[in-house]
């Protein structure tokens, strides 16, 4: 499942980065039912009509509080990467695990023949 | 054996070893608090056989004369975010519902090592996102708390390890294991009158922890006093080649080192965290716990965090972006719940068992952190997000500069009763308030007592340390128990 993709730049986004680079510290971003409906599926959870309507003014709540991180001024400033400074190890490329198939499948919803079942996907 | 319940880790340990009393009574008197203890809900999965067997174990030892692990003949209880293997683990969600690990989680596994038994898990907010507890799918946490004013309002016991600060302040277990993704030790743990440690990110692993938040998340113990925080950090922390962001150190001998001799420290008060509207019990505990410090030696400075208004902001884009990202596995296939309705695909079923599966709260934050890492939206909230983290970190930075430690307010009130705050998603987040600026920069974090607010409830102290320093904060944590004598407890209701 991707949750990263899907929902294209709206008129929102532009106006608020045009806000951010002006200085603005109020930006204008909101969410209406398309778009919590658009959310609701990129990630993957049903939601109907009524928890539509009641989500907007909830998410716009939160969403309006978040954005006066877009007052701070952030120029030349790097994105966190690692709280902690560390380096990624390399480990010696051997097999460390497997072989558990059971134990993999003894959680599964439905499993058969040793594997995962879900609905048939292609017709 | 009801007196039993009343020690605390190390009195435990010690007595134990002495042969003052053996481990098995030590477990059976907290196994009997526990099992009659159901009106606080604490336990989700009661365990008395594996608490058993490991007293059992630690009896032979001694007997033996073998040696005997850091925890050994110590029962504790396990927050339901570890996953312990054959031991039903849900995160407190109706989406593992039913699961069953097939593994034992880092931490729990080193508790094992060093002798713990496990009295059983810990109810917990669903997926640790709540600061009160409700938002477990089995229901809140009582706390053992009562205001004085006759009322008994039930109380949140914080969050969102409110299972194991209930259960570790009304003698149900003398210590518990607690996660801390932006203050789910230190704010329970302040409400319930217990002390806390937020170990440095990467001192405790997060392997075979479920996983929340994961730049922030630390597992660390929840206990009566800074001691028995120090033996139970030094049992569950460790490197593990199991998690890439695990610090390959070794783990000092905190208990060894503990001192409340504070001589030649500076600790610092950072004045953005005098937010309007703050109780003046919580002003006074502050005044109190400056003028303590100083009592153990220590040099009082004022300092400044310039960025700390941004830090709860930042923390509700960062921890739901990496939320919905980590709960996109439960998708009903491999494990958990499966939502199949009549004729679904492959989409639908997805779709219908998260919704079905996740709470309100957790579907909150996994809409909001897919919105603001979807295409278009990454940069605005995201990137800058992570911009302003990096500002945060460089504040403690600076601040490091003219101290060693900083003292605060754990949280901006006592504990609220439960439903007060839970229909306002925002209000619940505000108390994270002082909490949430040192989850995003990993710092060492502590919650210790520092007296009663008017109603009669706990309020506590926090200290930061540098990363690495759990020792200072360790030992802060120790100069404020010495002068605050802490003994208040909970009337026995339950």
Same mark, same amino acid.
């Given at each position: 499942m991707s949750l990263l993709g899907g929902a294209g730049a709206t008129h929102a986004c532009v106006l608020f980065l045009m806000h951010r680079e002006a200085g603005a510290s109020r930006a204008c971003m909101s969410v209406d039912t398309a778009t919590v409906r658009k959310i609701a599926s990129l990630a993957r959870i049903r939601i109907d009509d009524a928890q539509a309507e009641a989500l907007v003014p909830e998410l716009n709540n939160i969403l309006g509080w978040i954005e006066q991180l877009g007052e701070v001024d952030v120029t030349g400033v790097e994105p966190m990467t690692a709280v902690i400074p560390n380096h990624l190890r390399l480990r010696d490329d051997v097999v460390t695990d497997g072989n558990v198939r059971d134990k993999v499948l003894a959680n599964a919803p439905q499993a058969e023949h040793g594997f995962f079942t879900v609905p048939k996907v292609i017709e | 054996m009801s007196e039993l319940t009343d020690l605390g880790i190390a009195a435990i340990r010690d007595g134990v070893r002495a042969g003052d009393f053996t481990a098995r009574e030590v477990a059976e008197g907290f196994i009997s608090a526990v099992a009659a203890a159901k009106p606080l809900n604490a336990f989700l999965v009661e365990t008395p056989d594996h608490a058993l067997a490991a007293a059992d174990a630690a009896d032979k030892a001694r007997a033996d004369g073998a040696p005997m692990g850091g925890m050994a003949g110590v029962p504790i209880g396990m927050k339901d975010l570890f996953c312990t293997e054959g031991v039903a683990t849900t995160a407190a969600s109706g989406i593992l519902d039913g699961f069953v690990p097939q593994y034992e989680s880092t931490v729990s596994a080193n508790l094992w090592a060093a002798g713990a038994g496990m009295l059983g898990k810990l109810n917990m907010d669903q997926f640790a996102m709540g600061s009160s507890n409700e938002t477990s799918a089995f229901g809140n946490v009582i706390s053992p708390w009562r205001r004085k004013d006759g009322g008994n309002a039930p109380l949140a016991p914080g969050g969102s390890s409110g299972g194991s600060s209930a259960a570790v302040s009304a003698r149900l277990c003398p210590g518990a294991t607690g996660t801390d993704t932006g203050g789910s030790i230190r704010q329970p743990a302040a409400f319930v009158g217990i002390s806390g440690i937020k170990p440095t990110y990467g001192r405790c692993s997060r392997w075979g922890t479920v996983a929340f938040a994961s730049s922030l998340d630390q597992a660390g113990p929840m206990a009566r006093d800074v001691r028995d925080c120090a033996i139970m950090l030094g049992a569950m922390a460790g490197f593990d080649v $199991? %998690? #890439? !962001? +695990? @610090?390959e150190l070794p783990v000092p001998d905190w208990e060894a080192r503990l +001192? =409340? %001799? @504070? $001589? =030649?420290k500076r600790i610092g008060i950072p004045r953005e965290y005098r937010v309007d509207g703050m109780p003046d019990d919580i002003e006074a505990l502050w005044e109190r716990g400056i003028a303590w410090l100083k009592d153990a030696g220590a040099e009082i400075v004022e300092v400044s965090l310039p960025h700390t208004k941004y830090a709860l902001p930042t923390y509700y884009i960062i921890a739901p972006a990496e939320a919905s990202s980590n709960l996109a596995r439960y998708d009903g296939v491999r494990y958990g719940l499966r939502d199949l309705p009549e004729g679904a695909g492959l989409q639908d079923m997805y779709a219908a068992t998260r919704a079905a599966g996740f709470g309100a709260e957790v579907q909150r934050r996994i809409m909001i952190g897919t919105y603001v890492l979807s295409a278009g939206f990454y940069d605005a909230y995201f990137t800058q997000a992570q911009k302003v983290r990096t500002l945060i970190a460089r504040d403690f930075d600076d601040a490091w500069k003219s101290c060693d430690l900083l003292l605060t *307010? !754990? #949280? *901006?009130?006592?504990a609220f009763a439960l439903g007060e705050k839970s229909a306002d998603p925002l209000a619940m987040y505000l108390n994270d308030v002082f909490t949430v600026p040192s989850s995003l920069a990993g710092l060492p974090a502590m919650s210790v007592p520092g007296g009663l607010d008017a109603d009669g409830l706990p309020l506590g102290l926090q200290i930061i340390g540098p990363a690495l320093d759990e020792q200072g904060v360790l030992n802060a944590g120790l100069a404020i128990e010495e002068r605050a004598g802490f003994t208040a407890r909970p009337g026995k209701w339950w």
């Open positions: - | $199991k %998690d #890439a !962001t +695990s @610090l +001192s =409340g %001799d @504070l $001589k =030649g *307010p !754990t #949280a *901006p009130s006592a």
